[in-house]
């Protein structure tokens, strides 16, 4: 017993340490796993070494590679173009824009950091120029690209299945993706009626705007005071100054004498990008349906790109997310150790004893929202996941309603300012409105960590009954 409550506590260390002094979780528990080997166990490090996950492995490089030669050669950048386009300057209608592009780009398989580091600097402008509250156009980033975490191409997804596959268990990636996509879609309605979306809604269309609830935001730090006719003032004065070349006065028009759009540069699509989208396609078509490893389809794909067009995929190696790979192995390593010693059997017995399916799942749920508010989600689900099997095994509950909850609960919380993503999100917004935005994903991180664990337990409910 005391060898697993080290083990537990070098865990719990290796998350402290990764929240409070930015070290990466990875590398403390792979040095934290060395020293149980050698020190307290009396075992030798090849234990250490063969409880590394070569499986994930590859699938992290596999699809980070390909998703650092599509962001090299202006693939990703000109599908988000497309998009933005479609829209022709609403400010209404831009939040929903940054949803849709963060969620569908991370269901393709980019990691939600990645995209929320392309989306967000982009998105945090536009607000600024339409009018938009940075913490409307914030959260939706955030939310959109919590959309794909678990896609069955997402690393996410993959790692939750790939474990509950591992233990012998049969997963459901569509009913994990779908549930976590409905989740978070809810959340966007609810985020874009209480921070400003319909506000910018009314003004578009000239009419007064009625008040909300106290939680509703103003549509700037600024806007506030000037009413409804200054947010429409506000917001066509930004869409003119869009609409203007650069250092020009008025507005730019065509020759008909109708306002123009910043969307009147033409598009460029060659024939890399069309073929790098295709394989992007085909990879996700062919791991959804088929039975192929999704890393070595990826990673096969990647160097399909390279010798087809070497030039293109210049740099895109370096894209590769090392700092993540070494996160998600090293933490699984670490949990696959606690497993040869028998703290994963020992920690699932006494989840087990609290004699109520229902109340053990909620206590997972809720670690898992509290701790990932602070630290990785990536990390605490490759923990969680793993520490819930010997209850899983047990046949007492549903593997996918816990799945689900698991999931949901440990990444919704990302929108706090001390997640990865929230901070990226946060370091995009105007200088100005830092602060004012700090405090609007602060309470609103708040509010994702006391009630994600009690609203996913409808996922875990259907499986008791």
Not at 318 to 333: E, M, P, Q
Not at 335 to 352: C, P, R, S, Y
Request: glycine share 10%; charged share 10%.
């Amino acid at each position: 017993m005391q060898v697993h409550l080290l083990a537990i506590g070098v865990l719990a260390l290796a998350f402290l340490l990764g929240a409070l002094r930015g070290i990466n979780l990875g590398a403390v528990a792979l040095v934290g796993g060395g020293a149980m080997v050698l020190l307290v166990t009396g075992k030798g490090v090849d234990e250490l070494y063969a409880a590394f996950p070569a499986d994930l492995f590859v699938l992290l490089i596999g699809v980070t590679f390909l998703f650092g030669i599509a962001a090299v050669n202006g693939t990703i950048e000109w599908v988000v173009d497309v998009l933005s386009r479609s829209v022709r300057g609403r400010a209404s209608v831009m939040p929903w824009l940054l949803f849709l592009i963060a969620g569908v780009v991370t269901s393709l398989g980019a990691l939600a950091p990645v995209v929320v580091g392309l989306v967000a600097p982009i998105g945090m402008r536009l607000a600024k120029k339409h009018g938009i509250s940075p913490r409307l156009a914030g959260l939706m980033i955030l939310h959109g690209a919590c959309c794909g975490n678990f896609s069955p191409v997402n690393l996410l997804g993959a790692t939750v299945n790939t474990t509950i596959e591992r233990a012998g268990l049969d997963p459901n990636p569509i009913a994990l993706f779908l549930a976590n996509i409905g989740y978070n879609v809810m959340l966007g309605v609810v985020i874009y009626c209480f921070f400003g979306g319909l506000k910018l809604w009314r003004a578009e269309r000239g009419t007064a705007a009625l008040p909300i609830t106290a939680l509703a935001e103003p549509v700037t730090a600024t806007a506030s005071t000037t009413g409804t006719a200054g947010v429409t003032a506000a917001a066509t004065s930004a869409r003119m100054t869009a609409a203007s070349p650069a250092g020009s006065g008025t507005p730019a028009t065509d020759p008909a004498g109708t306002p123009d759009t910043p969307d009147a540069q033409p598009l460029t699509f060659d024939r890399i990008k069309g073929l790098t989208l295709a394989v992007i396609v085909a990879v996700g078509a062919i791991a959804m349906v088929g039975k192929v490893d999704l890393g070595i389809l990826a990673l096969s794909a990647s160097v399909l790109l390279m010798v087809v067009a070497p030039k293109s995929s210049t740099g895109a190696a370096k894209r590769i997310a090392w700092d993540v790979v070494l996160l998600i192995c090293g933490v699984v390593t670490y949990v696959g150790l606690l497993n040869e010693i028998g703290t994963i059997k020992f920690v699932g017995d006494a989840a087990n004893s609290l004699g109520s399916p229902l109340a053990t799942a909620f206590l997972i749920c809720l670690i898992g929202a509290v701790v990932s508010a602070f630290a990785s989600s990536a990390g605490i689900i490759a923990v969680l996941i793993p520490l819930a099997m010997p209850f899983l095994l047990s046949g007492q509950i549903s593997v996918t309603g816990m799945a689900i909850a698991v999931a949901i609960s440990a990444t919704v919380v990302d929108s706090t300012p001390f997640s990865t993503i929230g901070a990226v999100v946060l370091s995009n917004a105007d200088s100005e409105d830092r602060h004012y935005t700090y405090r609007g994903f602060l309470s609103w991180g708040a509010l994702m960590v006391v009630t994600a664990p009690v609203l996913t337990m409808a996922f875990v409910l259907p499986g008791l009954l």
